[in-house]
């Protein structure tokens, strides 16, 4: 069945540095996608990053990076630079190339603080 | 400009009462989903449709009643509202493809009281 895990519920980072936070995946399915939702106090789900499974390179989008290791099913998010804006709930999800159960399957999510 | 809008963005109401929430997307994308935050922040899938087609329903009660009027529009009618159904309701958008990215609406709040 798949299913992501998030391992860490709350992370901390002072301003200016990088932080990754950990994401690992399960899937019989050859063919996926992997999203990065940040959600802020606010409470809306915006869209961060995105790796497909036959990407050759880690996905890149501004200061957000996407650790793709596809033998050890592990996509982390690493945020370089933090910023107190940053901020928020971030979920790992996975999306297969199933008609029939085409969906986001998400993790339970990582809290991350921004501190000055 | 939005591209995926829900309306309303609160909701209180009475155990009992039925509701509904409005979805729109302008983006041209073909599925359409309704995700459930519950207190703990855990997001699920309750249904999706595709050209109008209820693709999953995600083994929730009957009370739950999506509906498709066009490619466009899915909006979530709720029967005789229990403490449970209090909740973040997240509706999204995306092309039929595990490519493609899905949109969130902004959320809907609801509180059963």
């Known amino acids: 069945a798949q299913k992501i895990t998030q391992t860490q519920p709350g992370m901390f980072v002072q301003e200016k540095e990088a932080v990754t936070l950990d994401c690992t995946y399960d899937?019989?399915?050859?063919?996926?996608?992997l999203f990065w939702y940040k959600q802020p106090s606010s409470g809306e789900m915006i869209f961060l990053i995105y790796?497909?499974?036959?990407?050759?390179q880690n996905a890149t989008e501004g200061r957000y990076s996407l650790n793709f290791q596809k033998a050890r099913k592990s996509a982390n998010l690493v945020i370089s630079a933090s910023q107190l804006g940053d901020s928020a709930m971030y979920f790992c999800?996975?999306?297969?190339?199933?008609?029939?159960?085409?969906?986001?399957?998400f993790g339970t999510g990582t809290r991350l603080q921004v501190f000055p | 400009d939005t591209a995926v809008s829900q309306t309303p963005k609160y909701l209180v109401t009475q155990m009992g009462n039925d509701k509904s929430i409005k979805c729109e997307q302008n983006l041209g994308h073909d599925t359409m989903y309704w995700y459930k935050q519950d207190s703990k922040k855990f997001l699920k899938i309750m249904f999706s449709y595709n050209n109008k087609e209820l693709i999953i329903n995600e083994t929730v009660p009957n009370r739950f009643s999506p509906k498709s009027p066009d490619k466009a529009h899915l909006n979530l009618h709720i029967n005789s509202l229990e403490l449970g159904d209090s909740a973040v309701y997240f509706c999204?958008?995306?092309?039929?493809?595990?490519?493609?990215?899905?949109?969130f609406g902004p959320g809907t709040r609801l509180l059963v009281l």
């Open positions: 790796q497909g499974s036959y990407d050759q």
């Open positions: 999800a996975m999306r297969d190339s199933s008609y029939n159960t085409d969906k986001l399957i």
């Open positions: 899937t019989s399915d050859p063919s996926y996608g």
């Open positions: 999204a958008s995306s092309q039929q493809d595990y490519q493609e990215t899905q949109y």
